[in-house]
């Protein structure tokens, strides 16, 4: 095969792989403007389903339930995950490899799995103390169960690829614990921490397994309302509501591209 073919046939996987990852997108998105309550048949645009999700009031309260798990998680992921990530970092030649066992285990663990434990432990301490009864409050320890060791590894592997005579420097110039942390560390961990901020926040928004387990009767989320309702059939509702997803989601990657592309003129 010549290098022009093998460039062509390489140009045409590259084509097929797109319309395989966004063609359903592109259906979902189509079939939120049918006038017709169809998934088969596309009857004309209308905008009736945006109106109806508007009035929805059980769908609104899911997505703001998600929302503010996804955010609360996060903060909390982010903070201690940090923390746990220079830790690991700061204390590396310990061996401490039973630690990072335990850091990567809610990572390998089946959701499925993880979830029944995690309903298991809150049952228990309930029925105990009469803490912790389902709702947003055992979700929000549930997420950032398996969040933190996200940021936690995405933290140490950005400072395990640090210069070390750089963390010397900053002690060579007196700088205190503090000083170092604000002019240093955070500075330099920020793609880091966004990175983490943002895997985290995508994580808790798009999980249903273990918000299942631990969810209360008040606190249901988007995956755990959108679950319930394809059971009766794929409402223009649900395909409403993922397209406006589809398009904050475009909108954000769209702005984080103008701003790097934004950033390196200036460089």
């Known amino acids: 095969m010549t290098r022009r073919g093998l460039h ?16 359903p997108l592109a259906v979902v998105v189509l079939y939120s403007f049918n006038a017709s309550n169809s998934a088969a048949h596309f009857t004309g645009v209308s905008l009736r389903w945006y109106h109806r999700l508007m009035g929805n009031e059980a769908l609104l309260t899911a997505l703001g339930n998600s929302l503010l798990l996804a955010v609360v998680s996060s903060l909390i992921a982010l903070l201690l ?12 030649w310990r061996r401490l490899g039973w630690l990072v066992v335990l ?3 809610p990572l390998v663990l089946p959701d499925i799995v993880f ?3 995690e309903m298991a432990f809150f049952v228990q301490v309930e029925r105990l103390t009469g803490w912790l009864s389902p709702g947003l409050g055992t979700m929000v320890i549930a997420h950032v169960s398996f969040q933190v060791p996200f940021v936690a590894l995405i933290v140490y592997s950005r400072l395990v690829g640090l210069d070390p005579s750089l963390f010397e420097a900053a002690k060579d110039l007196y700088a205190s614990p503090w000083q170092r942390a604000r002019h240093f560390l955070v500075p330099t961990l920020r793609p880091a921490l966004i990175s983490g901020a943002f895997l985290s926040f995508t994580l808790s928004l798009d999980d249903f397994v273990i918000s299942f387990f631990t969810a209360g009767p ?13 059971r009766k059939g794929v409402s223009p509702e649900i395909n409403a509501i993922a397209t406006l997803m589809i398009a904050a989601v475009v909108l954000v990657a769209v702005a984080s591209l103008l701003l ?8």
């Open 8 to 23: 062509r046939g390489l140009r045409a996987f590259w084509w097929l792989t797109l319309v395989f990852l966004y063609l």
């Open 218 to 230: 008040e606190s249901a989320t988007l995956p755990i309302y959108i679950w319930g309702a394809i």
């Open 81 to 92: 995950g940090t923390l746990i990530g220079y830790g690991m970092f700061h204390h590396r």
């Open 260 to 267: 790097g592309r934004q950033r390196s003129g200036r460089g």
């Open 103 to 105: 850091i990567y285990l």
């Open 115 to 117: 979830g029944i434990a």
